[in-house]
């Protein structure tokens, strides 16, 4: 029985999904090992990464190998990895106080929202039927859509790292030159911001709902006789 037990957890561990998402989190400390050094590179393992967060859902729906363990590994190596992103960023930009509100925004509000769907016994933490906000339910309602926002949020990241040259850049000088340079450039830039915009708006969103599940969830137990 027990030799089943321990064959059941190493057929869980070795789903293709799971398999992606080590692939995704060996990709991406060989990419922050050279950030520096080649940033090109960087940008390359770093987006492809990005890229099999998708592939690694889509699989794991396909193949019926959806797990909790998969979905915790997916959503901390996106954690992680943005966050060591904004981190760089924080040091390449002045002032690098904005990375470092955006970083404790993106692992704050996911946090939350992790523990208060858990602690409501929801499945899943994009389950937001309940949400009376439209932009939330929009956002975790719509698969391209959230895709667009997420990819527009990376993308910039990636394209700012790119357009630094030093480690003192002033961040509204680079991008009002960065815009200036070429028109299609400057397109992009508009088009990535907007996606970046709502994602923030939705991390507060979520951050301020997922508070009140948990503070509601404290009333009803304490009203309980």
């Known amino acids: 029985m027990a030799n089943k037990s321990r064959l059941t957890k190493l057929a869980v561990y070795l789903y293709i999904p799971n398999i992606i998402g080590y692939m995704r989190i060996l990709m991406n400390i060989i990419a922050f090992s050279i950030c520096f050094s080649d940033k090109r590179l ?27 363990f998969g979905a915790i590994l997916d959503m901390v190596t996106d954690r992680i990895s943005t966050a060591s992103l904004l981190v760089i960023l924080s040091q390449v930009y002045r002032p690098g106080l904005i990375f470092l509100s955006l970083l404790a925004l993106d692992i704050a509000s996911h946090w939350l929202q992790m523990y208060s ?35 527009a949020c990376e993308v910039l ?51 301020k709902t997922a508070a009140d599940a948990c503070v509601l969830y404290d009333i009803n137990r304490r009203q309980k006789p």
């Open 42 to 68: 960087f940008s390359i393992l770093y987006f492809i990464s990005f890229v099999c967060d998708a592939l690694d859902g889509w699989f794991a729906r396909k193949l019926n190998q959806v797990s909790t």
């Open 157 to 207: 990241y990636i394209i700012l790292f790119l357009l630094a040259k030093n480690q003192t850049e002033n961040l509204t000088d680079v991008s009002l030159n960065a815009a200036k340079q070429s028109l299609l450039l400057s397109i992009l830039l508009a088009l990535l911001l907007f996606g970046w915009a709502i994602k923030q708006a939705v991390n507060v969103i979520q951050m």
């Open 117 to 151: 769907t858990f602690l409501v016994g929801k499945a899943s933490h994009k389950d937001v039927k309940d949400s009376t906000n439209w932009l939330f339910k929009a956002y975790y309602g719509n698969r391209i859509f959230m895709c667009y926002c997420c990819v």
